[in-house]
């Protein structure tokens, strides 16, 4: 597994973004995903998961109703649509693969990284 975060940016408030977390290696496609993101002096935190088939999600409380997580297996890519975004979305995200088929709020569950794409939220 070898996953790059892409498609951050700067962008006012109640605009959109999306990311997408790629797979160069293609060896995910059967593993749960998920976005973290880690805001300047605070903790890195779940943000949206997907099990392997896309059949299950997870979100964040703050982001439910703005935020969707989706996959395209064929393309070994998965995608974090953001919407009605906040300045306190300002943040690294980034993607990650579980351990397992199934997502998880917990980092310590994913063990591949992508390199984090900045979303900066301007009020």
């Known amino acids: 597994v070898q996953l790059q975060a892409y498609g951050g940016g700067l962008v006012q408030a109640g605009g959109s973004l999306r990311l997408s977390c790629t797979d160069s290696r293609r060896t995910s496609s059967n593993n749960g995903m998920g976005w973290f993101r880690q805001a300047p002096g605070k903790e890195r935190e779940f943000v949206a998961g997907?099990?392997?088939?896309?059949?299950?999600?997870t979100y964040l409380d703050s982001v439910k109703g703005r935020f969707t997580i989706s996959r395209d297996r064929a393309k070994n890519t998965v995608y974090l649509q953001m919407s009605s975004l906040k300045p306190e979305d300002t943040a690294v995200y980034y993607c990650?693969?579980?351990?397992?088929?199934?997502?998880?709020?917990?980092?310590?569950?994913?063990?591949?990284w992508g390199q984090g794409t900045q979303v900066t939220i301007s009020s």
């Open positions: 990650a693969a579980s351990r397992t088929s199934y997502s998880s709020t917990s980092f310590a569950q994913y063990n591949y």
């Open positions: 997907i099990s392997w088939n896309g059949a299950s999600t």
